[in-house]
């Protein structure tokens, strides 16, 4: 009886060491992309990380940007800004990121660098976004575009603590992938949400409170960045247009929300470009998972950004570079 359970547990202890090896190494648990606090814009990406997660390479440079490191040779400079749409996270690797192929197209097309910048993070508004440029600059930008959608309109800065609180925004590693994966995905994802606090609410609803493992923020104003980044950027005389991404029961209904439509009014109103993707008829095979999540692309889904983002940024590159050719004519 006595060998049956040494058996037995040696069996069980090899599973356990071979599972904590297929995380750690095929998949990347206790390799997730850090986060920092910051006071003016809340949260980014921890600066200069490479990580391997979910089978995908994170990437970020100094300044915490999804992008390579910053040369002093960028003269040619294209900031790509906004939340989890452009940024990708965890499931989008850096060579599938719009950001990325953009880079790539026009540095093979215009015969010499040309830098498309990754400025974003998980659910930024624009405020995130323009004071995290108001902080650090405008990194010698020549034209700048903000991807957003309807849900950013009044998505406004709390400086709620998430960093190192909120599952999703880790700032340091879990030091065992087996519990990393129990505790960051088994309980919080099914057993907290359909179990735990269910249960809570039906014994002691007056005394139950949201979890923190999602990003509540609720903004009463429209959101102040949108202002602020067209009036900063015609200060400065750089291009600025938005980039309009909907939600899969807008891309349905075939017509934004309330929120989308304000924003679209607020470009009007101040003369801003906007790449209206609703009108491009986004197929459903774009999104990375479209029972659970109605806004994030997959790889297909980045492909299509930059495919229409692309145009667009060619005619302010063809300017640019017309204007610099003729600056330097002898």
Request: proline fraction near 7%.
């Amino acid at each position: 009886m006595k060998k049956n359970w040494r058996k037995y547990g040696l069996i069980l202890g090899a599973l356990l060491g071979l599972s904590e090896l297929i995380l750690r190494f095929g998949f990347g648990f206790c390799n997730a992309p850090l986060y920092i606090e910051d006071p003016d814009f809340e949260y980014v990406f921890a600066p200069n990380q490479y990580r391997f997660r979910f089978r995908n390479v994170v990437k970020t440079n100094e300044f915490s940007m999804r992008s390579e490191p910053i040369n002093p040779t960028d003269t040619t400079v294209v900031l790509l800004i906004g939340d989890s749409v452009i940024n990708g996270g965890n499931p989008t690797s850096h060579e599938e990121l719009a950001s990325t192929l953009l880079e790539k197209q026009f540095t093979e097309h215009y015969h010499q660098p040309v830098r498309v910048l990754n400025v974003s993070a998980g659910s930024w508004g624009p405020d995130n976004a323009f004071a995290f440029l108001k902080k650090n600059g405008f990194f010698g930008a020549d034209v700048i575009g903000l991807v957003t959608s309807s849900h950013d309109a009044y998505d406004n800065m709390s400086h709620h603590k998430l960093v190192g609180e909120n599952p999703n925004y880790p700032n340091k590693q879990y030091k065992v992938a087996l519990y990393e994966f129990w505790h960051r995905y088994i309980y919080t994802l099914f057993i907290y949400h359909y179990i735990e606090a269910p249960l809570k609410e039906w014994l002691a609803p007056a005394t139950q409170h949201a979890p923190n493992d999602v990003i509540h923020k609720f903004g009463t104003t429209f959101n102040t960045g949108y202002q602020q980044l067209a009036d900063t950027t015609k200060a400065m005389g750089i291009p600025f247009f938005m980039y309009l991404h909907p939600e899969l029961p807008e891309i349905a209904q075939n017509r934004y929300d309330s929120q989308g439509e304000e924003i679209l009014a607020f470009a009007r109103k101040n003369h801003i470009p906007v790449i209206d993707e609703l009108k491009l008829h986004p197929p459903k095979d774009l999104f990375r998972n479209p029972d659970f999540d109605s806004i994030h692309y997959n790889a297909k889904g980045q492909a299509f950004m930059a495919k229409h983002l692309y145009p667009v940024l060619k005619q302010y590159l063809d300017a640019y570079f017309a204007q610099h050719a003729r600056s330097h004519r002898p």
